[in-house]
């Protein structure tokens, strides 16, 4: 039932990279046990508590319908352009890609002539729902972005603080984009649990929460939790602090994958906690970043922190997937590339902040031309709503120093990286049979500030439609927005 430990370094001299199957039955590493319809067969008192996830999705998609785009230019989001191209949706899936595909019969056809299709764009990094505007900008305690009591509030939650009634939501919606992954703040060093979510209209988290996603993870380095410690007198005040605790908490949660490893040295059940020591959901938490059960997106500017990330995971034998803002990663592309970490960063984000002074607006292509996985990303509702944008500006910034990235590859940027940032690479940001109907049809080159986003389809649903009537404002900042329209 168990699968072998894969050797590695690390204090405790093994990388705990498994499938752990035991006494829920099935593979945690993929599948949630609330995420189902039946009762978890375990309790967390019986097995760690943070791997038992109480807040289910009840996400249902909407009204599917079938169709046949026909003559469009078509970037399948893994690198390939078809001009003068087709997708057939079936079933809220993609069933086919190519040219002259064939009608299967009474499937509705959408002449897409001069058009564009793309993937639905993916947002890795937003604070959607929890820095709500304009709530936030007027009474900044309206904001829930980051829980700072502590240093180190790897137990909680953000989703347990989202606002599903934010227009970020909507607005990113209608610009093509599909999936977000909400991400805590940067003030605290571990800062807990991320979220991943379709931005469809809901009254409940729960209804917009990605079906069985993988879990995210929140830290930071850097200028921010060092910066948080300063003003709180409740942490580290300067790097080297940040990275001292940073140690220390790892070491300390040892114990609990020590817990979790039989006296034959594989991994067994998660046990609950040891007899004597009372539970501890932080160092849970921390060791199912080192057991590689949770994705670890990073908090990092500066080159030598981003290094300095890469030789602690490889002390403690976890696994960066992918450091958010990263405006100096290319001076590191190599050392990215070995690690296959992703870099997260902005298309034109700089000197806002002294970890900003080096960056750079060809970031992303000269990442790209060096083999490393980027992908665009908003940490802003405006530029949530502009990803397209934000990839546009910066291919631009590269062809200007000779770095010349086709749209074909530009767009991966937004669509099949993001996703295998999320560990959802197998099911969305890629045109291809099989994947979820997740798509964009655009009036034109998505990478033109004048296209606009005619048709967004999530699980093969129509769930933006730009010559549809304007749907009613989900929330009282957008009453009146009809008439305004209108």
């Not at 080297?240 to 140690?247: A, C, D, F």
């Not at 994705?295 to 080159?303: F, I, Q, S, V």
Request: hydrophobic share 40%.
């Amino acid at each position: 039932m168990d699968a072998p430990v894969q050797q590695g370094t690390g204090m405790i001299g093994h990388r705990m990279r498994w499938a752990i199957t035991g006494a829920l039955g099935t593979s945690l590493c993929t599948t949630s046990v609330a995420a189902t319809n039946s009762p978890p067969t375990a309790t967390p008192a019986q097995v760690a508590p943070w791997l038992v996830d109480p807040f289910p999705s009840t996400y249902t998609p909407g009204p599917r319908t079938d169709i046949l785009f026909r003559h469009a230019t078509v970037l399948d989001g893994a690198g390939g352009r078809i001009d003068d191209g087709d997708v057939l949706i079936h079933d809220g899936k993609i069933s086919a890609v190519g040219r002259n595909i064939a009608n299967p019969g009474g499937v509705r056809e959408i002449d897409a002539r001069g058009r564009w299709i793309t993937p639905g764009v993916i947002d890795v990094h937003t604070h959607d729902g929890t820095y709500v505007l304009p709530l936030t900008t007027i009474d900044r305690e309206a904001g829930d972005v980051a829980e700072s009591s502590d240093v180190n509030v790897a137990d909680t939650w953000i989703e347990t603080a989202v606002n599903p009634q934010d227009m970020a939501f909507s607005r990113a919606l209608k610009n093509g984009v599909t999936t977000v992954q909400v991400l805590p703040g940067s003030s605290p060093i571990f800062g807990g649990r991320a979220v991943t979510l379709k931005p469809v209209r809901a009254t409940t988290v729960a209804a917009m929460k990605f079906p069985d996603a993988p879990h995210g993870f929140k830290m930071a380095c850097g200028e921010n939790p060092k910066e948080n410690g300063a003003s709180t007198h409740r942490g580290p005040t300067s790097r080297q602090g940040v990275m001292t605790y940073m140690r220390k908490a790892f070491t300390d949660a040892q114990d609990v994958l020590r817990d979790w490893v039989g006296p034959d040295g594989k991994p067994g059940p998660r046990k609950g906690p040891t007899p004597g020591r009372p539970a501890d959901m932080k160092r849970e938490a921390l060791a199912g970043i080192m057991a590689g059960d949770l994705r670890l997106n990073m908090h990092c500017y500066r080159a030598d922190d981003l290094a300095r990330m890469m030789e602690m995971a490889r002390e403690f034998g976890f696994h960066v997937t992918a450091f958010h803002h990263a405006t100096e990663a290319y001076k590191i592309p190599a050392m990215l590339r070995e690690a296959d970490t992703c870099a997260a960063v902005w298309g034109d984000w700089w000197g806002f902040k002294m970890e900003a002074q080096d960056a750079v607006r060809a970031n992303a292509p000269m990442l790209d031309r060096a083999g490393v996985c980027v992908t665009m990303h908003s940490d802003s509702p405006a530029s949530g709503q502009r990803l397209n944008i934000e990839a546009a500006k910066a291919a631009g910034a590269g062809r200007r120093m000779g770095i010349d990235i086709p749209p074909e590859r530009m767009v991966r940027w937004i669509t099949s990286n993001p996703a295998k940032v999320l560990g959802l690479g197998n099911r969305i940001g890629t045109l291809a049979p099989g994947y979820n109907a997740d798509v964009v049809l655009w009036s034109g080159d998505p990478f033109s500030i004048y296209t606009k986003t005619d048709l967004v389809l999530i699980d093969g649903a129509i769930a933006s439609d730009r010559n549809a009537p304007p749907a009613s404002p989900i929330s009282d900042f957008e009453l009146g927005r009809r008439a305004v329209q209108q």
